[in-house]
């Protein structure tokens, strides 16, 4: 953050006085004591992603990829 703040590339700014902040809507809430240490973040393992390309080249199909 301080290199940003740095070269210029970010500044914190307020919302208009007539306009409300956008609030956690996404999802992000957390219960105290229930889940604050709880990450989660789906990864899939090497060889999960090996075996699939190794069968899609056997049977000549074609991949796509998503981010």
Same mark, same amino acid.
């Given at each position: 953050?301080?290199?940003?703040?740095?070269?210029?590339?970010?500044?914190?700014?307020?919302?208009? &006085?007539?306009?409300?902040?956008?609030? $956690?809507?996404?999802?992000?809430?957390?219960?105290?004591? =229930?889940?604050? +240490?709880?990450?989660?973040?789906?990864?899939?393992?090497? &060889?999960?992603?090996?075996?699939?390309? $190794?069968?899609?080249?056997?049977?000549?199909?074609?991949? =796509?990829?998503? +981010?």
């Amino acid at each position: 953050m301080a290199s940003h703040v740095a070269h210029g590339t970010w500044r914190l700014d307020y919302p208009p &006085v007539c306009t409300k902040a956008l609030g $956690a809507r996404w999802g992000y809430n957390q219960r105290p004591g =229930e889940d604050f +240490d709880e990450v989660y973040a789906p990864v899939s393992k090497s &060889v999960a992603l090996r075996t699939m390309v $190794a069968i899609a080249a056997h049977e000549d199909l074609e991949l =796509e990829h998503l +981010d």
